[in-house]
C-alpha cells in the first residue's frame, strides 16, 4: 500500500470514529433528556463540514429514528414507557404528518438556495428555538401550564412540531420538552418518554417522504451504519442512566446541552452566510 493510500485509509478511520462518537454521545444526552439527539449531531455536523448539509439532515434523521425505535420500544416492552397514550398517540400522528410537510418545506428551501444558505438557515431557526426553549426551562417554575386532553387540539400541537423537528433535521429537540411541560403538565422524565414517542413517528414519516419521493442526498454506507449503531448504542446507554438520573439532574444536563448548542449554531450561521 502506497504513502497516500495509508493516509487517505487512515484518515477515513479518524472520520469514522468521528462520526460515531458524535452520534453516540448525542443519542445518549438526547435518550436522557427526550431531545432525540438530532439537535446536537446536526449543528457539530454541520460545524465541522464532514458532509452536505443534505446528507447531514438525512443521517442525522436515521440515526435519531434508531435511538428512538430502541428507546421506545424497550420501554413498551418493560411495561416503564412513562407515555400517556391518550395525549401521546394524538400528539404522535400529528408529528408524523408534520413530518412529511417539513420535509417537502426543506426540499423547497434546498431549490432555491445554495448549500451553505440552508444550512444558516437551518442553524438560524435551530439556535433561535433552542433559545427560546432555554428561557423558557429556566423561567418555567413561575410559568403557569395546562393540561391538555382534547385529541385534536394534541394532534395540531404534535403538526407543529413534526414541521420543525423535520425541517431542521434533528428529529425532535428541545422545543418538544417545552410543548410537553407547558401545554400538558409534564415533569422532566416524563416529558422525555413522551418526546421520544412523537420523534419516532415523524422521523419515520419523514423517512418514508423523502425514500418515496426519491429525494435521498448523496450519502456513505458506512456512514450511515455507523452512525445508526452509535444511535442504538447511546439509546441503550442514555435509557440505563436516565432510570439512575432524577428530574433534577436530567434538567441540569438538558440546560447545559442548550447553552453548548446554540453556541454552536451562532457559529454555523456566521460560516454559512460567509459561503
Known amino acids: 500500500m502506497s504513502r497516500v493510500a495509508a493516509a487517505r485509509k487512515q484518515e477515513g478511520v479518524e472520520f469514522m470514529i468521528i462520526f460515531f462518537l458524535v452520534s453516540l454521545l448525542a443519542s445518549v444526552a438526547g435518550a436522557i433528556c427526550g431531545i432525540g439527539g438530532g439537535v446536537v449531531i446536526k449543528p457539530v455536523l454541520d ?12 443521517l442525522s434523521g436515521c440515526t435519531v429514528l434508531s435511538m428512538s425505535c430502541y428507546s421506545v420500544t424497550r420501554a413498551l416492552t418493560k411495561g416503564d ?3 400517556d397514550v391518550r395525549t401521546g398517540t394524538p400528539l404522535a400522528i400529528g408529528a408524523a404528518l408534520g413530518g412529511l410537510v417539513g420535509k417537502q418545506l426543506f426540499e423547497l428551501v434546498k431549490s432555491l438556495s445554495a448549500q451553505s444558505v440552508v444550512g444558516a438557515v437551518q442553524a438560524g431557526c435551530l439556535g433561535v428555538i433552542t433559545l427560546g426553549t432555554l428561557a423558557y426551562t429556566l423561567n418555567k417554575s413561575r410559568i403557569p401550564t395546562h393540561r391538555v386532553t382534547a385529541p385534536g387540539v394534541c394532534a395540531a400541537i404534535g403538526l407543529g412540531l413534526g414541521i420543525m423537528s423535520s425541517f431542521l433535521g434533528i428529529g425532535g429537540g428541545p422545543i418538544n420538552l417545552v410543548v410537553l411541560y407547558y401545554f400538558f403538565s409534564m415533569d422532566t422524565k416524563t416529558a422525555a418518554s413522551n418526546s421520544l414517542y412523537i420523534i ?13 419521493t426519491h429525494t435521498v442526498p448523496p450519502f456513505r454506507w458506512s456512514v450511515l451504519l455507523v452512525m445508526v449503531g452509535g444511535g442504538v448504542g447511546g439509546g441503550v446507554v442514555g435509557r440505563a442512566l436516565n432510570k439512575r438520573m432524577d428530574n433534577r439532574l436530567v434538567e441540569r444536563l438538558f440546560i447545559a446541552l442548550m447553552g453548548v448548542i446554540v453556541l454552536i449554531c451562532l457559529y454555523n450561521v456566521w460560516r454559512g452566510l460567509r459561503g
Open 47 to 58: 460545524m465541522l463540514g464532514l458532509e452536505t448539509v443534505s446528507a447531514i439532515s438525512f
Open 200 to 212: 419516532l413517528f415523524s422521523q419515520l414519516a419523514s423517512l418514508l417522504t423523502t425514500l418515496l
Open 81 to 83: 414507557s412513562g407515555v
